[in-house]
């Protein structure tokens, strides 16, 4: 969909328009102009104070937060537009999906990420991982067993035991300072209470992109076991230098037998405050049926109406924003790089091929992990995240969020090198 007949909300033979037809050209020429000469103001720093974010209420004395997974900077101008747009109609009403939401993901995923995908495996999920519980509920019963790839997000494993699942461990193999899935041990973890391998894709905390080759191994694999994969790709919008995410269910017949997706432009645009922001791609019909029946028996399947006009929003062609984006994070991962190159620290930083979070390998100081997590918040009053947390494989790391103005990331280095 293109942004001019989204702002006119044209989704039906005589609706009234969405969003007020008189305010476009000022919303275009305002787009127009941050986008002209040095661009979006990436490094203004903002106060966001007073606003209960979870981020800055953990942070104390004068701390910088670099843990949970949100951004500092500002959304895409038009996702913001288009929000107190919609406000400005005032009434709140019970609202239903409209086809837009499905038009704008299935145009997404083809052109941004090469998945060509029929438009019916569409659905809305009321959050990547809530989606991913409910597919808990769907397909397992309590004490069966999900697989998952340490070190690997945390909420993987805190709500497979919270849902009464049991979470089996298949850790990634660390080689030569890169990680790759390890396929022989994952064999040997099958079993009549095996039913879901969580793959996170890209992978998170170590940025990884996995390949096609790689996904279709672990598809065949899985197939072959009769498990399912579930598939988080909430960072796959942010795919960096110039590389390319890899949807799961595209890489063959097999993974649209077995794959179930959870996507959404939470990450890419800094929309994690408007909860249900995602949607599922469910090719398999037999499981899709299913997946849907369970949000429709719990309530789960109506979002909110500025979760549909953010989603709407972000996922109109201009993609101007988003790669300017992109090109900020990718000089803030070369700061942080340069920082630890003129600065032999015994840290080593783990280059992410998609996401905002850098991995930080500090094995070499030779300190326990409570004492490598003093070292950053204690002295050097930055908190990142603890490498432990994201399970085995994860001693001797941190995982700093970069998401922020370059200002703020050079003082939070500095304050790092202060406390050494």
């Not at 230098?241 to 595209?250: D, I, Q, V």
Request: charged fraction near 25%.
């Amino acid at each position: 969909m293109r942004r001019r007949d989204f702002i006119k909300g044209t989704a039906a033979a005589g609706a009234s328009t969405l969003i007020p037809v008189g305010t476009i050209s000022a919303l275009l020429a305002s787009c127009a102009k941050a986008s002209a000469g040095k661009g979006w103001d990436f490094d203004a720093v903002h106060d966001r104070s007073g606003t209960w974010s979870i981020k800055y209420g953990r942070a104390t004395d004068g701390e910088i937060p670099m843990w949970i997974a949100d951004m500092d900077m500002k959304t895409d101008p038009f996702v913001a537009e288009a929000l107190r747009m919609r406000l400005d109609r005032d009434v709140l009403g019970y609202t239903s999906i409209p086809a837009e939401f499905y038009d704008v993901i299935h145009a997404w995923q083809k052109r941004y990420h090469g998945f060509d995908l029929d438009r019916e495996w569409i659905g809305y999920a009321p959050g990547v991982i809530t989606g991913i519980n409910q597919a808990y509920l769907t397909f397992t019963e309590p004490g069966d067993k999900v697989i998952i790839q340490p070190p690997v997000y945390d909420h993987f494993r805190l709500y497979i035991e919270r849902m009464g699942r049991v979470a089996v461990d298949n850790p990634l193999i660390f080689k030569d300072g890169r990680y790759q899935m390890d396929f022989d041990g994952l064999e040997k973890l099958f079993d009549d209470k095996t039913k879901i391998l969580l793959l996170c894709n890209p992978q998170n905390p170590c940025g990884i992109l996995w390949d096609r080759e790689t996904l279709a191994t672990l598809a065949e694999i899985c197939d072959r076991h009769g498990v399912m994969v579930i598939s988080d790709e909430i960072h796959g919008d942010l795919a960096l230098y110039g590389k390319k995410h890899t949807p799961f269910c595209s890489v063959s017949e097999t993974a649209k037998r077995v794959g179930v997706m959870f996507a959404g432009p939470t990450k890419a645009f800094n929309l994690a405050g408007l909860s249900g922001t995602a949607y599922s791609i469910i090719p398999d019909k037999e499981k899709r049926d299913k997946y849907n029946g369970t949000l429709r028996n719990s309530k789960l399947d109506e979002p909110s109406i500025m979760t549909l006009v953010a989603q709407i929003a972000a996922y109109r062609e201009d993609t101007a924003w988003l790669e300017s984006l992109k090109s900020y994070i990718e000089n803030n991962i070369a700061i942080v790089e340069r920082f630890f190159s003129d600065h032999d620290l015994g840290i080593v930083p783990i280059r992410p091929q998609a996401s905002f979070l850098v991995w930080l390998d500090c094995r070499a100081l030779g300190l326990s992990q409570t004492e490598l997590m003093d070292l950053f918040r204690k002295k050097a009053k930055i908190i990142p995240s603890n490498g432990t947390s994201y399970g085995p494989g994860g001693e001797g790391f941190v995982r700093l969020n970069i998401g922020c103005p370059a200002p703020v990331l050079n003082e939070a280095l500095n304050r790092l090198l202060s406390a050494f």
